[in-house]
């Protein structure tokens, strides 16, 4: 199947709204809980019949688009982010190669989703269970990201959780990066046109608020 710009720029929109996300909890403990929610649901949408589908529509995915446009864009503090994605992406790759991590993977997805019926996504231990996730199977793949914040919030097991559970929804999006053709020469001489493209889908959707 032939994927074009926009579905790039989706996933890639989903990437860069988790990674802002894990650097919000780890600075100040706390995030945007409507992006948070989309970030984490994403995990659980395994066979989308679309990108889009993977985190709703594309008014949900409109933090991960404004992050796109106006943080990765630019250097200095948000050159965290760009290293955020960097690290997700070489870990990803890694994980592509690893059939044994894959199919754990999948079984603990099913069982998030049995659990799913009887919790909601954000409650805590739905969170801590996605958390053990990343922790048990993506993590000691390797290389471990490097995160930055407040100390006192990093000592937090809540934040600590939120923080892994964001880092598997980046790794779901840095899935669907490859899966739609994504490859490291569009970040590297492309980045123009994905901004551009987010920039095309924010307009559309103001127009029809």
Known sequence: MAYSIYDRT????????????????????????DALLVSLNSITITDPDQTIATFGDE????FGLDVL?????????????????VGVLTIERKLSQR????QQL??????IQRQRQHFDL????????????????????????Q???TPAQLQID???????????????SAVLWRQVGGKRRHLLFGRKDLVAQAQLIQARNSHTL
């Open 99 to 102: 059939q044994d991590c894959l």
């Open 59 to 62: 008014s949900q995915l409109q």
């Open 158 to 172: 809540s934040v600590k959780d939120h923080v892994r559970a964001l880092l598997l929804a980046a790794i779901r």
């Open 122 to 145: 954000l409650d805590t231990q739905m969170i801590n269970n996605l958390a053990h996730i990343y922790k048990d199977i993506v993590s000691p793949i390797g290389p471990r990201i």
């Open 147 to 149: 995160v930055n914040g």
């Open 69 to 85: 446009i106006k943080d990765i864009n630019t250097t200095s503090a948000n050159s965290e982010l760009t290293q955020y994605i």
């Open 10 to 33: 989706l996933a890639f929109a989903g990437l860069c709204q988790a990674v802002k996300l894990v650097q919000d909890v780890a600075r100040d403990g706390t995030c945007d809980r």
């Open 106 to 111: 999948a079984d603990r997805l099913e069982s």
